[in-house]
Nanobody, 122 residues
């Protein structure tokens, strides 16, 4: 059983920054993938960024160059640094746990956090 607990989020203006964190606890195999997903009202779940425990990263096209995913293995904390925020980044953000390889396919993720809200408004 893997437990994921997100924190951070909130509100920001366009062009601003926010930082999300996700603490992972429970069973963690030697190699695993962690990812961030988001869902805006009326839209499907979208893969934002993922990281393999050895460091390989993968980003969705809509956030490439603006968001940065990182993993602190010592503290079991996954982080998503979101810069140059846009209105369309407004969504509920979830962290999830998967097996390798690194993927942004939500069906590949077996465990999820409860989600945090990110709102970008003027």
């Amino acid at each position: 059983q893997v437990h994921l607990l997100e924190s951070g989020g909130g509100s920001a203006q366009p062009g601003g920054s926010l930082r999300l964190s996700c603490v992972v606890s429970g069973y963690t195999p030697d190699f695993y993938t962690l990812g961030w997903f988001r869902q805006a009202p009326g839209k499907e779940l979208e893969g934002v960024a993922a990281i393999f425990s050895e460091g390989t990263t993968l980003y969705g096209d809509s956030v490439q160059g603006r968001f940065t995913i990182s993993l602190d293995i010592a503290s079991s904390t996954l982080t998503l640094q979101m810069d140059s925020l846009k209105f369309e980044d407004t969504a509920m953000y979830y962290c999830g746990s998967s097996n390798p390889p690194v993927t942004l396919r939500s069906p590949d993720y077996g465990y999820w956090g409860q989600g945090v809200q990110v709102t970008v408004s003027a």
